[in-house]
């Protein structure tokens, strides 16, 4: 078992932008309210999740907002985090998804409390055998995200980054609607290629 | 045992958060009596995670952080595990609405007997549902009585079916509860429900449908599908 004690002074050696450091961070600030550790996820993540908000279409002060919001939910759930499911990269995304569509509603919403949701499919214990390290997952979806041919990677990063919908997709790149689907077909089937490779 | 799921690019948008109110909720639906598709999510959500992290930098103010912590200590917000979780889910299911997708109970003021249903053509009700919908687009429950063979149609746009109760056949396989089909402009189907009881099915559709034939075309705007 290690120590708040312990894990602080582990924080204090590892600023980096390691994803194992930044998991362990993120470990510490949930079972510790570690204050350094919150400090070193918010100088990593902080800068970033302002240009997502404002690629979402947020003026600049309120993506600063919605920074802030982001961290007090980070720091409110960090103990449901557990980094054997996910990479903090991958967790602080989907707080900050959720925070979005929340927010940021050109989409409508589904119930008063659509976050309930997303809240329950985090918390919720997956039955899945998730022995794979999630940092060695990471650098590998980093990997096959660079290798992917670029129209594929173009359709990735507008369904990530601008939240636009195939039909979007396919106005904006004036393609016909099927081979915006193909294409971000063809890139998750090599992703999951990818992985299903990495757990055998 | 569910046999169809959602395809990888519904599945992909619904990660990236990048879907229609009316879309999500039909994903959640889904995932909410699907465990390999939730999986399936988690995968689309570490590319998120990736993206998140190769983003550019924007400077934040110089005392965000300081602000950040003041508003943490004047809230008190605690790193509670439980905090903010299961609030909203105060309504009581009724019986037969047991074993219906949470998304959906929270939508529904009663079971399946107790909504308002609509009839759109012999053997077809609807009931529209209250979410916020794009222009075009629909989202409502398909009751298919026992039987009933619905106009062969087309598709312009894109439309999602999950089978809640019951089950229907087409010329693309058998679909039961949990199961779910989805449809572009190039295919033609003609869906039955294939036992004695009804077929309840969510329905997603973001451009009205094309019916064969000339009969149908005039039935359309009636049916209204």
Redesign the interface.
């Known amino acids: 078992m290690v120590t708040c004690e312990q894990l602080t002074l582990k924080v204090e050696r590892d600023l980096g932008l390691d994803?194992r450091k930044l998991s362990a961070h993120l470990v510490s600030?949930?079972e510790c309210?570690d204050?350094s550790a919150f400090?070193a996820l918010?100088?990593h993540?902080?800068?970033?999740?302002?240009?997502?908000y404002?690629?979402s279409g947020s003026s600049?002060p309120f993506?600063?907002e919605l920074?802030?919001e982001t961290?007090?939910s980070i720091?409110?759930?960090?103990?449901?985090y557990d980094p054997a499911?996910?990479?903090?990269?991958?967790?602080?995304?989907?707080i900050?998804?959720?925070l979005?569509?929340d927010r940021l509603r050109k989409?409508?919403?589904?119930?008063?409390?659509?976050e309930?949701?997303f809240?329950?499919?985090m918390?919720?214990e997956?039955?899945?055998e998730a022995y794979v390290d999630q940092g060695v997952?990471?650098e590998a979806?980093?990997v096959a995200?660079t290798q992917l041919p670029s129209n594929q990677a173009e359709v990735?990063?507008l369904?990530?980054?601008?939240?636009?919908?195939?039909?979007e997709i396919a106005s904006r790149l004036q393609l016909p609607?099927?081979t915006?689907?193909?294409r971000?077909?063809l890139?998750?089937?090599r992703?999951?290629t990818l992985?299903a490779d990495l757990e055998q | 045992m569910i046999n169809h799921h959602p395809s990888d690019e519904t599945i992909l948008s619904y990660a990236a958060g990048a879907m229609s109110a009316a879309s999500r909720l039909f994903v959640s639906s889904h995932l909410s009596v699907c465990e390999s598709c939730r999986e399936r999510v988690r995968t689309a959500e570490v590319v998120g995670g990736v993206l998140l992290n190769d983003i550019e930098c924007t400077p934040v103010s110089a005392d965000a952080f300081d602000q950040l912590m003041a508003r943490i200590d004047s809230n008190a917000v605690e790193t509670s595990a439980v905090n903010g979780v299961g609030t909203s889910s105060s309504k009581v299911a009724s019986a037969d609405m047991v074993g219906l997708p949470e998304p959906l109970q929270l939508l529904l003021d009663g079971g399946f007997d107790e909504l308002k249903w609509k009839t759109v053509a012999p053997g077809v009700k609807q009931y529209p549902l209250p979410v916020d919908v794009l222009p075009g687009e629909k989202v409502r429950l398909l009751k298919l009585s026992p039987g009933f063979v619905t106009p062969e149609h087309s598709h312009h746009g894109h439309e999602m079916t999950m089978v809640l109760k019951g089950s229907f056949s087409d010329e693309t396989g058998r679909y039961k509860a949990g199961d779910v089909q989805e449809m572009d402009g190039s295919v033609h189907h003609q869906p039955i429900a294939d036992t004695e009881e009804d077929c309840i099915c969510l329905v997603v559709t973001d451009a009205p449908l094309q019916f064969k034939g000339v009969i149908n075309k005039l039935l359309q705007p009636f049916i209204g599908f």
């Open positions: 994803p600030v949930g309210s204050r400090k918010f100088d993540f902080a800068p970033r999740l302002k240009s997502f404002i690629r600049e993506a600063e920074v802030q961290f007090m720091w409110r759930k960090a103990g449901l499911k996910a990479a903090a990269s991958t967790w602080i995304f989907t900050a998804r959720n979005r569509i989409e409508g919403r589904f119930v008063q409390k659509e309930f949701f809240e329950q499919a918390v919720e997956g039955d899945q997952i990471g979806v980093e995200l990735i990063k369904s990530f980054y601008e939240h636009a919908t195939h039909a609607l099927g915006v689907k193909s971000l077909r890139a998750f089937g992703l999951r992985l």
